[in-house]
């Protein structure tokens, strides 16, 4: 038997029963972090960035006991035959070379025979020119005028990462835009939009690999005909990012230009694609979107490179799984000390989630235990004032601060309480990861704090583009070798299909209803039928 997932190996009960040593009060964390040379130990610099994870609830043996997991499962070696083009989606039988999207060597990367790097720096080329031309008003909107506002309508991994990365870098955007997102079909999200932009002077990206998702269709139809309410033709106003072929990269229906992305790179992995090439470029300038993927592809080779007790990502993966497959804990948090990283959490949790919650292993078999953990988040220090309650005192999840050295903006030194706010900040960042982990005793048993509840931390030196390339593959190839743990297909989403499905029929009961006032949604399940009545109840 071919051994792929953790719960194959004899190491997997070796972990198990150190689970269960953990629950030795010697082994509360109070005592793991105050042995000699912890941090030395359980921490690691790599691919620009800095993780720690002294705080996590590992000894010496689970540590290496983890460590080994990398040559019994081929963790590298895998990583490799996916960022070599092995058709590692094995039920939709595709490669996944999202790394190769932010690739700027020059060795040949093959799928099916065929190098797709040339096509790859094509449509990277064709989004320098493009943004240029914008920026420089040689590309206008109506009457010649510059365009200074950018709609981005898609939805998913079409929207989640782009927005993650431009949050993070809006300080640096000097180009004279506004970049603006419509993603869900509510059509208050497009009022909102519509009441923020000046029509003449807005481009509307449309991103969608089949463009056919309902959502983005709509809300395509409804900027159309916004566009024509204005006196505007769509074509003059509108790019799209699209597969070849689909109905978003058809003559018959002009824009000003179609940018290509391709069945190998997932939409909750395509940020560094032309699905955030496109609006980032406009938004940031290309030069900044280049940076950014220089950052990311510096992690990449970390992840494949780096032998197991130094590489971030793995270490990270190989953590994330012994604390939800050992230890039992169902969540875990990514909290930024950083407020411009507001939108990594729900990036990560569409990356994560999507990818990892499954129930069955890449040949088909079901797991023991559905694979995966619920991601969530928000930055601190707001997170304090919001759900940190039940991370020091109720059930606990392990939990990824993050924090920045230095800070967009450096001029704002006022003091109080004798610090800066960034110094506050920091203050905070540390005394969470501290008291989660030590706890405190009472004899007030609702002011005890157990304690015993992990983190880790990941520091990043600043907030220029290139780090923010390296947070987004850092994240990216922990959510890989998690899937290769677990032995999952990390890049196939069947999950999100099936609510679409119902969709479908519940929509045909609705067109029937616009088409004839008196049909009765007979069709539809009793539960659905209350409400579609509901919705179609005259006022």
């Not at 989630?353 to 928000?378: T, Y």
């Amino acid at each position: 038997m071919t051994v792929y997932r953790l719960d194959q190996l004899d190491q997997h009960k070796a972990l198990v029963q150190c689970a269960q040593d953990m629950q030795r009060p010697q082994a509360h964390l109070k005592h793991l972090i105050a042995a000699p040379d912890r941090l030395q130990n359980y921490s690691v610099r790599g691919g620009g960035l800095f993780l720690d994870f002294s705080r996590q609830r590992l000894d010496d043996r689970t540590r290496d006991l983890l460590f080994s997991l990398e040559e019994l499962l081929g963790l590298r070696e895998r990583f490799g035959m996916m960022a070599g083009g092995a058709k590692l989606n094995v039920t939709e039988k595709r490669a996944v070379l999202h790394t190769a999207a932010r690739s700027f060597d020059h060795a040949p990367v093959l799928v099916d025979g065929k190098d797709v790097l040339p096509e790859i720096r094509r449509v990277r080329d064709q989004i320098k020119r493009f943004s240029d031309q914008v920026h420089s008003g040689r590309i206008a909107g109506a009457g010649g005028k510059p365009f200074r506002h950018v709609v981005v309508i898609g939805i998913g991994g079409s929207y989640l990462g782009p927005e993650f990365v431009s949050t993070a870098l809006a300080p640096l955007a000097d180009r004279n835009i506004t970049l603006h997102y419509l993603a869900n079909v509510d059509i208050d999200n497009f009022g909102a939009v519509a009441k923020a932009i000046d029509p003449p002077t807005t481009l509307w990206v449309v991103i969608s690999k089949s463009f056919t998702t309902a959502e983005t269709s709509a809300n395509t139809a409804q900027a159309e005909q916004f566009m024509r309410g204005h006196g505007l033709d769509p074509a003059k106003h509108m790019v799209s990012v699209t597969a070849k072929g689909s109905p978003g990269d058809d003559p018959a229906r002009p824009v000003l230009q179609t940018f290509h992305m391709f069945d190998f790179i997932g939409g909750r992995y395509s940020v560094t694609s032309a699905v955030g090439g496109v609006p980032l470029s406009l938004y940031l300038g290309y030069e900044r979107f280049e940076a950014f993927l220089k950052g990311a592809a510096e992690m990449d080779r970390h992840a494949l490179d780096a032998p197991v007790e130094r590489n971030l990502p793995l270490i990270a993966a190989l953590i994330s799984v012994w604390n939800t497959t050992c230890l039992g804990y169902q969540q875990q948090a990514v909290i930024p000390y950083s407020s411009p990283l507001a939108k990594l959490a729900p990036h990560v949790q569409q990356l994560n989630m999507e990818s990892n919650g499954k129930a069955v292993d890449i040949e088909g078999q079901l797991l023991p235990k559905p694979a995966g953990v619920v991601i969530f988040g928000e930055p601190g220090t707001n997170a304090q004032h919001s759900f940190f309650q039940l991370a020091h005192q109720g059930r606990p999840f392990p939990i990824d601060f993050i924090g920045v050295l230095r800070p967009h903006f450096t001029q704002y030194d006022a003091r109080s309480k004798g610090v800066t706010n960034h110094q506050e900040l920091w203050a905070n960042m540390l005394a969470q990861a501290r008291a989660l982990a030590i706890g405190a005793g009472h004899d007030d048993q609702a002011r005890f704090f157990s304690g015993n509840r992990p983190s880790s931390t990941l520091l990043l030196d600043d907030l220029s583009a290139e780090n923010i390339g390296r947070l987004l593959s850092f994240y990216e190839a922990r959510t890989v070798y998690e899937g290769f743990i677990w032995g999952i297909n990390s890049f196939d989403q069947f999950g999100v299909e099936l609510g679409k499905k119902v969709a479908d029929t519940l929509r045909g009961e609705m067109v029937q209803k616009n088409d004839r006032s008196e049909y009765g949604f007979e069709a539809a399940d009793p539960i659905s039928k209350f409400y579609l009545e509901k919705l179609f109840e005259k006022k």
